[in-house]
T-cell receptor, first 116, second 115 residues
Framework: AQSVAQPEDQVNVAEGNPLTVKCTYS??????LFWYVQYPNRGLQFLLK??????LVKGSYGFEAEFNKSQTSFHLKKPSALVSDSALYFC??????????????FGSGTQLTVLP | ETGVTQTPRHLVMGMTNKKSLKCEQH?????MYWYKQSAKKPLELMFV???????ENNSVPSRFSPECPNSSHLFLHLHTLQPEDSALYLC??????????????FGQGTRLTVV
């Protein structure tokens, strides 16, 4: 079975500082990993994904994520946070080797607050 | 805008009512999904349709009934709901269901309140 853990319900960071939102995963085979962002009263928006290749993936709005196979992690990062980055962030995984592989499994979300 | 449109945005219904949620996409996607988002819980996948055929039903109670008349439209028919069914219902679509790297595009959701 596949699973995703976002260990922090809430992350606070000052504007201009680097931010990290953590994600760890568990799969039987090779993971396909995604980050989504949700602004208040909106649906989820795709940020970036890792399928294969370079471990550092760049996405929308200056976000990037680093795939670390040995630590089974896919942390979301941004060098300099903006107040407008404040939102709910979801990590998701898909594992084709699993019986329920085609389903995206989401974490419980991390609320990011960037303080001015 | 993601290209996935959900209506209505907000819905309040009594436990004996019947209502329907609508989702529409014109992205040329072949897979469509219904998710339930409750506070402090991970997103729950409810139903998946691939080329108009239902491929997944994650043990959803029969008071939720999906319908997919074509690849662009998805409905969720609701009847005799319970207060615990109050949540944000999200529709999503993706180019394919089997493609591992295919990301999903989400609508803005319908905020459902059952009274």
């Amino acid at each position: 079975a596949q699973s995703v853990a976002q260990p922090e319900d809430q992350v606070n960071v000052a504007e201009g500082n680097p931010l990290t939102v953590k994600c760890t995963y568990s799969v039987s085979g090779n993971p396909y990993l995604f980050w989504y962002v949700q602004y208040p009263n909106r649906g989820l928006q795709f940020l970036l994904k890792y399928i294969t290749g370079d471990n550092l993936v760049k996405g929308s709005y200056g976000f990037e994520a680093e795939f670390n196979k040995s630590q089974t992690s896919f942390h979301l990062k941004k060098p300099s946070a903006l107040v407008s980055d404040s939102a709910l962030y979801f990590c998701a995984v898909r594992d084709l080797s699993s019986g329920s592989a085609r389903q995206l499994t989401f974490g419980s979300g991390t609320q990011l607050t960037v303080l001015p | 805008e993601t290209g996935v449109t959900q209506t209505p945005r907000h819905l309040v219904m009594g436990m004996t009512n019947k209502k329907s949620l609508k989702c529409e996409q014109h992205l040329g996607h072949n897979a469509m999904y219904w998710y339930k988002q409750s506070a402090k819980k991970p997103l729950e996948l409810m139903f998946v349709y691939n080329f108009k055929e239902q491929t997944e039903n994650n043990s959803v109670p029969s008071r939720f009934s999906p319908e997919c008349p074509n690849s662009s439209h998805l409905f969720l028919h609701l009847h005799t709901l319970q207060p615990e069914d109050s949540a944000l219902y999200l529709c999503a679509s993706s180019l394919s269901y089997a493609g591992a790297g295919t990301e999903a595009f989400f609508g803005q959701g319908t905020r459902l309140t059952v009274v």
